[in-house]
């Protein structure tokens, strides 16, 4: 089964080689994690393809957590009619675990991949969608943390492309991966090596 991708690119071009010696129509990589050989360029050396930490499923389901806990809470303290209680409870107990359901669908389809000319981050249940950009045409990075990243260690690895001469683009982020700074530390160093390759 083909997986059809929307691709957004920055600073690259269209990729038409397969990743040679590849099993399955896949490249196997050391991270355990695995890329489609037709996303690979002729020649193109994957540095890492990681997911999310196993906390973004929990992160990610955290306000629907609260809010079917906010609902458990008003109807065993009698806030909400008793003959609904039960009703009430069961409903609660079903939204926290579709958005859970959920969540994990969104984990288990997201991929960050760092190669030796680009970045890429493919997420989507239902419809995949690539984003890519050239190492050298990122300006800017960044490390960031909201209070649940830094409670489980994880952390959110930012990059700012430039979409063309003088004009930046959006920032593009792989969310709540795990080591953030040692992740951060390899995609600062393939940058300087893309832009320096004989240094």
Request: glycine share 10%.
């Given at each position: 089964?083909?997986?059809?991708?929307?691709?957004?690119?920055v600073?690259?071009q269209?990729m038409?080689?397969?990743?040679?010696?590849?099993?399955g129509?896949?490249?196997?990589?050391?991270?355990g994690?695995m890329?489609?050989?037709?996303?690979?360029?002729?020649?193109?050396?994957?540095?890492?393809?990681?997911?999310?930490?196993?906390w973004f499923?929990?992160?990610?389901s955290?306000?629907w957590f609260?809010f079917?806990?906010?609902?458990?809470?008003?109807?065993?303290?009698?806030?909400?009619?008793?003959?609904?209680?039960?009703?009430?409870?069961?409903?609660a107990?079903l939204?926290?675990?579709s958005?859970?359901?959920?969540?994990?669908?969104?984990?288990?389809?997201?991929?960050?991949?760092?190669?030796?000319?680009?970045v890429m981050?493919?997420?989507?249940?239902?419809?995949?969608?690539?984003?890519?950009?050239a190492?050298?045409?990122i300006?800017?990075?960044?490390?960031?943390?909201n209070?649940?990243?830094?409670?489980?260690?994880?952390?959110?690895?930012?990059?700012?492309?430039?979409?063309?001469e003088?004009?930046?683009?959006?920032?593009?982020?792989?969310?709540?991966?795990?080591?953030?700074?040692d992740?951060?530390d390899?995609?600062?160093?393939?940058i300087?090596?893309?832009?320096?390759?004989?240094?």
């Amino acid at each position: 089964m083909k997986l059809r991708l929307t691709s957004h690119r920055v600073g690259t071009q269209s990729m038409v080689a397969h990743s040679e010696g590849a099993a399955g129509g896949v490249a196997r990589l050391a991270f355990g994690e695995m890329v489609p050989a037709h996303l690979l360029d002729g020649g193109e050396i994957v540095h890492f393809s990681i997911r999310p930490s196993p906390w973004f499923v929990a992160l990610e389901s955290m306000r629907w957590f609260a809010f079917a806990g906010m609902l458990i809470s008003m109807a065993l303290w009698g806030v909400i009619d008793v003959n609904y209680r039960d009703y009430v409870i069961k409903l609660a107990i079903l939204i926290a675990g579709s958005r859970m359901l959920w969540a994990s669908l969104e984990w288990v389809s997201r991929m960050y991949v760092l190669t030796n000319r680009r970045v890429m981050s493919i997420h989507g249940v239902f419809r995949a969608e690539l984003f890519e950009c050239a190492l050298d045409r990122i300006q800017s990075t960044q490390v960031t943390a909201n209070v649940g990243e830094k409670m489980v260690r994880a952390g959110t690895v930012s990059f700012q492309p430039m979409q063309a001469e003088g004009v930046l683009g959006g920032m593009h982020s792989w969310r709540t991966v795990a080591r953030p700074h040692d992740i951060h530390d390899k995609l600062r160093h393939a940058i300087e090596r893309s832009r320096n390759p004989g240094g």
